[in-house]
């Protein structure tokens, strides 16, 4: 079955300073994984995916992530935080076939201190 | 351009009232579709899916049944809500390039 581990339910960072969201998953064969961000009452929006092209995935908003197949991590940065980049982020995976159902992490809620 | 829809935005039902709640997709055919619902504290649980009229998978026993009348279609019902139901659910749908796009979600407060 596959699990999906996000560390750390809150990060808070000043304006500016490095963003380093950390994800960690379970899965039996080569996963799909992706990165989702949600505003306050809002749907979820995608801020990248990997689908095994290559290991440095660049997504929306100047955040990327990296696949580390040893690790079984697909951490979520993001050199320079900014103010809208506040919200909460969600890390998934999937499979490659059949329904390819999200199984998603608990959520990181990003605070950006001025 | 492909949009998801979902209706009503915010919903406010008493105890044991029904429920449903309204998912569609434009501008593409045959969709795998999906509701989720997101609850405090408890992150985002897949409910249903459904890769075709008609075809319903359910993940999770629960209060909860749904259906896919028509092609871009899915709908969430209950027939008696329970207050474990408030939660905020949310439909996606899944493209050509095996990622979920998700609508913008309805507010559902059981009291």
């Known amino acids: 079955a596959q699990s999906v581990t996000q560390l750390g339910s809150h990060v808070s960072v000043s304006e500016g300073a490095l963003v380093l969201l950390r994800c960690n998953y379970s899965?039996?064969?080569?996963?799909?994984l992706f990165w989702y961000v949600q505003y306050p009452n809002q749907g979820l929006q995608l801020l990248l995916k990997?689908?095994?092209?290559?290991?440095l995935v660049k997504g929306i908003n100047g955040f990327e992530a990296e696949f580390k197949k040893s690790e079984t991590s697909f951490h979520l940065t993001k050199p320079s935080a900014h103010m809208s980049d506040a919200a909460e982020y969600f890390c998934?995976?999937?499979?490659?076939?059949?329904?390819?159902?999200?199984?998603f992490g608990q959520g990181t809620r990003l605070t950006i201190n001025p | 351009s492909q949009t998801i829809h979902q209706w009503p935005a915010t919903l406010v039902q008493p105890v044991g009232s029904p429920l449903s709640l309204e998912c569609t997709v434009e501008?593409?055919?045959?969709?795998?579709l999906y509701w989720y619902r997101q609850a405090a504290g408890r992150g985002l649980q897949l409910l249903f899916y459904?890769?075709?009229?008609?075809?319903i998978s359910s993940e999770v026993p629960q209060n909860l049944s749904a259906s896919r009348p028509q092609d871009r279609q899915f709908i969430l019902s209950s027939k008696k809500l329970l207050l474990s139901d408030s939660g905020f659910y949310l439909c996606?749908?899944?493209?050509?390039?095996?990622?979920?796009?998700f609508g913008p979600g309805t507010r559902l407060t059981v009291l």
């Open positions: 990997y689908t095994s092209a290559a290991t």
């Open positions: 998934a995976v999937s499979g490659l076939r059949g329904a390819q159902k999200l199984v």
């Open positions: 501008g593409t055919s045959n969709p795998n």
């Open positions: 899965s039996s064969v080569p996963p799909y």
């Open positions: 996606a749908w899944l493209t050509g390039t095996d990622t979920q796009y």
């Open positions: 459904s890769v075709g009229i008609g075809q």
